[in-house]
């Protein structure tokens, strides 16, 4: 969407070490494979001697499955990062800005329309504080490894009645791994 758009022509004529600010707030955000909803936080963008410095906070909700029995869950996320933007173009002189090839893959650009486009950079960094492991809850049961049946729904047709001479044990057992 055009929120996370940001014309900046006006920012990349400032001198160096002046300071904007933005709201972010959006709805629904579309990153190349990621999809995040209620994006809301604010971006600040400070000049540098090469462009400009764009340090996020916001939070967004993603759509995932919990890791264990597969229910959709919403899982919320906070971002914070700071990435530089080099222009493709010098906003001054309108000359084009190279940069070294040894940092073409990492270095975000502004594009030479005088965009700055925060959605592959808010992707990489969802994606890297997202929960590796999602849960629906921190006791989730998860799914059968027999039949597949959802276990926090309760007991299932798969599973066998213990056996009533085994029991004592169990509760030995118990009582000694929660020793450790």
């Not at 764009?54 to 990062?81: G, M, Q």
Request: with cysteine; aromatic share 6%.
């Amino acid at each position: 969407s055009d929120d996370m758009l940001f014309n900046v022509l006006r920012e990349l004529r400032q001198s160096m070490g002046a300071l904007d600010e933005y709201e972010l707030r959006e709805p629904e955000v579309k990153a190349g494979d990621l999809a995040f909803r209620d994006v809301e936080g604010f971006v600040r963008f400070l000049r540098t001697d090469r462009g400009l410095l764009a340090k996020v906070h916001a939070t967004a909700t993603i759509d995932e499955e919990c890791s264990r029995c597969l229910a959709p869950i919403e899982t919320p996320v906070t971002v914070d990062f700071a990435e530089e933007y080099v222009p493709m173009i010098d906003a001054n002189t309108g000359a084009p800005v190279h940069i070294d090839e040894s940092e073409e893959e990492e270095t975000f650009r502004v594009s030479d329309r005088w965009e700055l486009d925060l959605r592959e950079a808010l992707r990489q960094y969802i994606l890297m504080y997202e929960p590796a492991k999602p849960l629906c809850r921190a006791d989730c049961a998860g799914l059968c490894p027999d039949c597949g049946a959802d276990m926090n729904a309760g007991p299932h047709e798969c599973e066998q009645p213990a056996d009533g001479r085994w029991s004592a044990l169990a509760g030995l057992k118990n009582e000694t791994t929660e020793g450790n």
